[in-house]
C-alpha cells in the first residue's frame, strides 16, 4: 500500500464547476497536508498547507482534512479553465514530502 | 515569497556527455535541498536529499555515481548527471525547505539525451 493515494484522473470539468480533489494517507502519524499544483513542464507550487484536522480556506480553494478517515480534500469552486493543472497532495514525513500520483484537472470553458 | 531558480530549463546533449543542473534559493538559506525526477503523468520520485556542508543522502535505487550531487552553500545546490544515456532523458526538479510545511520548488529541467 502505498503512503499516499491519489486518484491519477483524468478528471475533466466545465467551467463555473465544483471541483473536489482527494487523497488518502496510510499513516495516522501524518500530520501536515500540503496541496501542490503542477502546470505542465512546471515545477509544483503550494497551494495550501493545513495542520491536523480541519478546514482551510483561501478564496476558491478549500483544502479539508479528516483524521479519522485518513482522507484529505481540495475543493475547488466556480472552477476556471487557468484551473487545468495536476494537483498533487503531499504530506511531510522525516523532513521528506510525499507525494501522491497527481490528478490531471481540465476545466473546459 | 520563497523562490528557488533553477537552470537551465531544457538541455539537450549527446549519450556520454555530462550535464550540470544548478538550484538556487533566492531569498532563503536552504540548508536541505532536496532533487526529484519525474516522468510524464508520473508524480515526483524523491532522488536524493543535500544538506549544505556534507554528502547527499541518496533514496534506494538511485546511483549516486551517476547523479552527483553538490551542496556547497547555503543557497545553491546542483546536480550533474554523469555519462548520460537516454534512459537518464526526464524532467528533474529541486526544492528548498524553509520552513516546516513550506518546500519550495523549482521550474524544473527537461533533460534529453541523444
Known amino acids: ?109 | 515569497g520563497a523562490v528557488v531558480s533553477q537552470h537551465p530549463s531544457r538541455v539537450i546533449c549527446k549519450s556520454g556527455t555530462s550535464v550540470k543542473i544548478e538550484c538556487r534559493s533566492l531569498d532563503f538559506q536552504a540548508t536541505t535541498m532536496f532533487w526529484y525526477r519525474q516522468f510524464p503523468k508520473k508524480s515526483l520520485m524523491l532522488m536524493a536529499t543535500s544538506n549544505e556542508g556534507s554528502k547527499a543522502t541518496y533514496e534506494q535505487g538511485v546511483e549516486k555515481d551517476k547523479f552527483l550531487i553538490n551542496h556547497a552553500s547555503l543557497t545553491l545546490s546542483t546536480l550533474t548527471v554523469t555519462s548520460a544515456h537516454p534512459e537518464d532523458s526526464s524532467f528533474y526538479i529541486c526544492s528548498g525547505r524553509d520552513t516546516d510545511y513550506g518546500y519550495t520548488f523549482g521550474s524544473g529541467t527537461r533533460l534529453t539525451v541523444v
Open chain 1, 1 to 109: 500500500q502505498k503512503e499516499v493515494e491519489q486518484d491519477p484522473g483524468p478528471l475533466s470539468v466545465p467551467e463555473g464547476a465544483i471541483v473536489s480533489l482527494n487523497c488518502t494517507y496510510s499513516n495516522s502519524a501524518f500530520q501536515y497536508f500540503m496541496w501542490y499544483r503542477q502546470y505542465s513542464r512546471k515545477g509544483p507550487e503550494l497551494l495550501m498547507y493545513t495542520y491536523s484536522s480541519g478546514n482551510k480556506e483561501d478564496g476558491r480553494f478549500t483544502a479539508q482534512v479528516d483524521k479519522s478517515s485518513k482522507y484529505i480534500s481540495l475543493f475547488i469552486r466556480d472552477s476556471q479553465p487557468s484551473d487545468s493543472a495536476t494537483y498533487l497532495c503531499a504530506t511531510n514525513q522525516g523532513g521528506k514530502l510525499i507525494f501522491g500520483q497527481g490528478t490531471e484537472l481540465s476545466v473546459k470553458p
